[in-house]
Structure formats: C-alpha cells, structure tokens
C-alpha cells in the first residue's frame, strides 16, 4: 500500500499541493478528478518521486519513498504519461521491450521475447508486433504503451511488497471506444495481477464506471474522497468541479451516472 501522509508541494512561492492524505491499495482502481490547474499531476510526480515534497511523507510498502533505490522502484511501478513521442521510426516490439530495461534479474533473449508477446496479447495489439509504432493511431498507441508498462511490472518484487501503475490521463486525445477499452483493460488488471492503479482522469463517467475509490482535488488540497456512490453528488461536482449537474443510478452497471448541465 502507498500512504500519502500530509503533503505539501511548493512550486516558488506558489504552495501546489497542500496537506493532501490518502492511501492507493493494493488490486484497487484510485481515480483523481479535478479542474485544471488542481495539482492533479503535481500530485502524480510526488507520488512517483519526481517532485520533492515540502512537508509530510510517502509511504511505500512500509518504506519511505525516498530510502528507495530508483533502480528498485523502477520494478514497483510504471508510469503511462499523458505524452509520448519518437522522432524516428520504431516497431512496436522494439518500444515494448524497452519495459524489460528496469528488470534486475537476467532475462534470457527467449523469456524477453515470451514477455513482449504476452503483453501484447492482453492489450490486444499482438497482429501489431512488427508495426511502427508512429504508424498507429492514439489509442492503438496507449495499448502499446501500456503494454511496454506491463512488461517493466513483470519482475518479481520481495514477499508483501507490490506493484503499482500511474496513469497520467491516458483517455486524452483518443475516441470514446479507445478510451473504454483502455480503462477496462486497466481495470482488468487491478483484478487479474493485483496492481495498485492510479489515474488522473476527466470524465467524470468513466470515473464512475471504473474507479474503487475517487479523489477530487480542488486548488490543491482533496474536497472529496470516497467510493464513486460517495464522491458523486450533485452538491459535491457544483463546488469542487464548477458543475451543475444530474445524478442517476446507471441502468447497467449500478454505479452512479452524471448528466451535466449548462451553467
């Protein structure tokens, strides 16, 4: 489990992040929702060791974020940012392997190929494997991508700690379709493998239909956190989100349904 225990994040004079606590679970979807400008991804790189705190702690696993060797944390998480680009050609299996570089063990030629190709095949692009990747579209490109996430969780951490998966809007830019499958996969996982995920996103449905838990940020500091029924209430998306809306009980999947209003 990750503990954030009270942090503060300052950016010049400007406090980014302000006394925000709350845990990401093991096998558990965590969704952070918010306006931009929220902190949302400021959030994301604290928990990820990329932005140095200014007050309180991270906790990992029962170990302080910063005792942690990088080499060591680069096998206990993945990061899918909001933007990736190659400015030259490469196929798909090539981008992929690259999940096997934070790998600590020996990995022979044979079990690295056997990697790829399984990650491949559940993200669903194993037809692509000898495709450019610069060749495909967005959202075939955030499966080959999550895929090349997969492969860097694949190494075995030490009994009771465990892997976690940090996705920095990864529905940005890709159609309505793409953007299902690809949190359903996600999803999937939390379930199959026990990864701890969490998720900047900004639709609030897809949030609804897919997170376990639901943060909403607001100038830094956490308005709301909870279960999707908890967090989603008419009254709580008009003060944090600016948003008037309408919630209703999903008529599949019994989670909360928002219909936003105009102003």
Request: hydrophobic letters at 40%; one cysteine or more.
């Amino acid at each position: 489990m990750i503990e954030i225990k009270g942090i503060d994040v300052v950016k010049g004079n400007r406090k980014i992040i302000e006394d925000v606590s709350f845990s990401i679970r093991p096998s558990q979807f965590t969704v952070v929702l918010g306006m931009n400008g929220a902190g949302k991804t400021t959030l994301l790189s604290a928990i990820t060791s990329r932005e140095k705190l200014s007050k309180g702690e991270i906790v990992w696993d029962r170990k302080r974020l910063y005792d942690f060797d990088l080499k060591d944390l680069a096998v206990r998480r993945a990061v899918l940012s909001q933007k990736f680009s190659l400015g030259f050609p490469m196929k798909v299996k090539e981008l992929v392997e690259m999940g096997c570089y934070p790998i600590k063990r020996k990995i022979s030629n044979i079990e690295k190929k056997e990697l790829i190709h399984n990650a491949l095949t559940e993200v669903g692009m194993r037809s692509f494997l000898n495709r450019d990747f610069i060749s495909l579209s967005g959202g075939e490109q955030k499966r080959v991508l999550l895929a090349k996430c997969l492969v860097q969780l694949d190494d075995k951490c030490e009994q009771g700690d465990s892997k976690y998966l940090f996705l920095d809007e990864p529905t940005a830019s890709i159609d309505i379709q793409h953007s299902f499958k690809i949190l359903q996969l996600v999803k999937e996982l939390t379930i199959k493998k026990g990864i701890g995920v969490f998720a900047i996103l900004h639709d609030l449905n897809l949030a609804a239909q897919f997170a376990d838990k639901i943060i909403i940020l607001k100038n830094g500091r956490i308005t709301h956190k909870g279960s999707p029924t908890e967090v989603f209430k008419e009254t709580h998306i008009e003060s944090s989100l600016g948003i008037k809306s309408i919630i209703q009980k999903h008529p599949l999947f019994g989670c909360p349904h928002i219909t936003t209003l105009p102003s």
